[in-house]
């Protein structure tokens, strides 16, 4: 601000002097003046001059063709991008039946009542942690890698970095999918954690994934040698983001040639700061189902997404799930049958084929037998009461006999 007024002119003292007389003496008055619009909108219209007198304002020659995928392909082929940076949140791992956490109904936040929490976020609370650990443990017991598989979205991750393209994935997301789907741990940051990893909080001893995940599927609170409390390395409310993230966002975002940010809300800070430090010039993609509109009061005060589709510039928005922006992406890129092929085997959502049946051809081994279907056990339970029956004549027999098998 303090640049933005030195760089303005400011009429001499005088000339504003000269002006107030010249109005006064004319009969002016400015409390006849018809209201310019609302309150509100009169500050919007400051804060958007503001915006412009700080070189804030999404401004300049257009960077795509078209605002669309298709000017983002053709940006790409042209501008041959090898620095791809992806961004991404809790919409990347929904269709892995991972619920995200704001989403009305459906989200964590929306269904953690059974916890009995003081708050639905107190659960990734520290200070709640270290009274009560259990709720947190047994929410990640449903949440635990392994549970889930990648999604389309996690494989065209995957297939950028494949295809040479990736500079880096940096995902607020802690369910390890992006490993699980083949991205190299040197191009992954994990901004808010990970299972991957877990340190005692009281004498930062480290522990196996395998011993926390045994402990935790037991339903037991995974406790250290010096007694303290195993937290997996997620970052909770009142925690600092891991080193990593700091060293390689100051090291990654000036080398961006393109930004696609995929399945997030851009709520978090300071992981939603990141979109800002990209080149003005470089594309920015958001994959996401709700378009999130663009406040300058917020952008100002360091809140909000801070994408600006209006200008049509650079910002693109394609709307839908991650799943289907991404296979869109893919196929515009002539990618389909790479991402496909991924699919398939990452995701396992393929439809199973149909075996064509063969002929014996004479001998040959007999077939294994095929193992019998599951009996329920009522079933079971009456069909021995039947032959001990009938084999006793004693109805009391039946009973006993059945009762034990039951």
Same mark, same amino acid.
């Given at each position: 601000?303090?640049?933005?007024?030195? !760089?303005?002119?400011?009429?001499?003292?005088?000339?504003?002097?000269?002006?107030?007389? #010249?109005?006064?003496? !004319?009969?002016?008055?400015?409390?006849?003046?018809?209201?310019?619009?609302?309150?509100?909108?009169?500050?919007?219209?400051?804060?958007?001059?503001?915006?412009?007198?700080?070189?804030?304002?999404?401004?300049?020659?257009?960077?795509?063709?078209?605002?669309?995928?298709?000017?983002?392909?053709?940006?790409?082929?042209?501008?041959?991008?090898?620095?791809?940076?992806?961004?991404? /949140?809790?919409?990347?791992?929904?269709?892995?039946?991972?619920?995200? &956490?704001? !989403?009305?109904?459906?989200?964590? $936040?929306?269904?953690?009542?059974? $916890?009995?929490?003081?708050?639905?976020?107190?659960?990734?609370?520290?200070? $709640? =942690?270290?009274? %009560?650990?259990?709720?947190?443990?047994?929410?990640?017991?449903?949440?635990?890698?392994?549970?889930?598989?990648?999604?389309?979205?996690?494989?065209?991750?995957?297939?950028?970095?494949?295809?040479?393209?990736?500079?880096?994935?940096?995902?607020? %997301?802690?369910?390890?999918?992006? *490993?699980?789907?083949?991205?190299?741990? %040197?191009?992954?940051?994990?901004?808010?954690?990970?299972?991957?990893?877990?340190?005692?909080?009281?004498?930062?001893?480290?522990?196996?994934?395998?011993?926390?995940?045994?402990?935790?599927?037991?339903?037991?609170?995974?406790?250290?040698?010096?007694?303290?409390?195993?937290?997996?390395?997620?970052?909770?409310?009142?925690?600092?983001?891991?080193?990593?993230? &700091?060293?390689?966002?100051?090291?990654?975002?000036?080398?961006?040639?393109?930004?696609?940010?995929?399945?997030? !809300?851009?709520?978090?800070?300071? =992981?939603?700061?990141?979109? *800002?430090?990209? /080149?003005? #010039?470089?594309?920015?993609?958001?994959?996401?189902?709700?378009?999130?509109?663009?406040?300058?009061?917020? =952008?100002?005060?360091?809140?909000?997404?801070?994408? %600006?589709?209006?200008? /049509? *510039? *650079?910002?693109?928005?394609?709307?839908?799930?991650?799943?289907?922006?991404?296979?869109? =992406?893919?196929?515009?890129?002539?990618?389909?049958? #790479?991402?496909?092929?991924?699919?398939?085997?990452?995701?396992?959502?393929?439809?199973?084929?149909?075996?064509?049946?063969?002929?014996?051809?004479?001998?040959?081994?007999?077939?294994?037998?095929?193992?019998?279907?599951?009996?329920?056990?009522?079933?079971?339970?009456?069909?021995?009461?039947?032959?001990?029956?009938?084999?006793? /004549?004693?109805?009391? #027999?039946?009973?006993?006999?059945?009762?034990?098998?039951?």
């Amino acid at each position: 601000p303090a640049a933005a007024a030195a !760089s303005t002119p400011v009429p001499p003292v005088s000339d504003a002097k000269e002006k107030e007389a #010249d109005s006064l003496s !004319s009969g002016e008055d400015e409390a006849d003046e018809e209201p310019k619009g609302s309150l509100a909108e009169q500050a919007m219209d400051y804060m958007k001059e503001l915006m412009a007198s700080l070189s804030v304002s999404d401004s300049g020659d257009k960077v795509l063709e078209t605002n669309d995928l298709d000017g983002v392909v053709k940006y790409i082929q042209e501008k041959q991008c090898k620095n791809i940076i992806v961004m991404s /949140g809790a919409g990347l791992s929904t269709s892995a039946g991972i619920p995200d &956490f704001r !989403s009305p109904g459906t989200g964590l $936040y929306d269904n953690l009542q059974k $916890y009995n929490l003081p708050t639905p976020m107190s659960i990734f609370e520290m200070g $709640y =942690f270290h009274e %009560n650990p259990r709720p947190f443990f047994t929410l990640a017991k449903e949440l635990y890698p392994g549970n889930f598989n990648p999604t389309p979205g996690h494989c065209f991750v995957r297939l950028l970095q494949d295809k040479g393209v990736l500079l880096r994935a940096y995902t607020q %997301n802690i369910d390890t999918l992006e *490993r699980r789907a083949g991205v190299e741990p %040197n191009k992954l940051v994990e901004a808010h954690g990970s299972f991957a990893t877990a340190h005692c909080l009281s004498c930062r001893k480290e522990h196996s994934e395998e011993w926390v995940r045994d402990m935790v599927f037991a339903d037991k609170i995974p406790h250290c040698e010096c007694s303290g409390v195993v937290k997996p390395d997620i970052v909770f409310f009142g925690e600092g983001l891991p080193k990593r993230f &700091f060293q390689l966002m100051d090291r990654d975002f000036p080398q961006c040639d393109l930004l696609i940010v995929m399945g997030t !809300s851009l709520q978090v800070q300071p =992981f939603a700061s990141l979109i *800002r430090e990209v /080149g003005p #010039d470089v594309p920015r993609i958001l994959i996401n189902r709700e378009k999130p509109e663009f406040d300058i009061s917020s =952008f100002l005060m360091g809140s909000g997404s801070g994408f %600006n589709f209006e200008t /049509g *510039r *650079r910002d693109v928005f394609v709307g839908g799930t991650c799943d289907d922006g991404c296979r869109l =992406f893919a196929e515009k890129l002539g990618w389909a049958a #790479d991402l496909k092929a991924l699919e398939d085997a990452l995701c396992r959502t393929a439809e199973p084929q149909e075996e064509p049946e063969e002929e014996e051809e004479a001998g040959e081994a007999a077939p294994e037998p095929e193992v019998a279907a599951a009996v329920p056990a009522a079933v079971v339970v009456e069909a021995v009461k039947e032959v001990v029956a009938t084999a006793s /004549g004693d109805a009391t #027999d039946a009973e006993a006999a059945a009762a034990a098998v039951a």
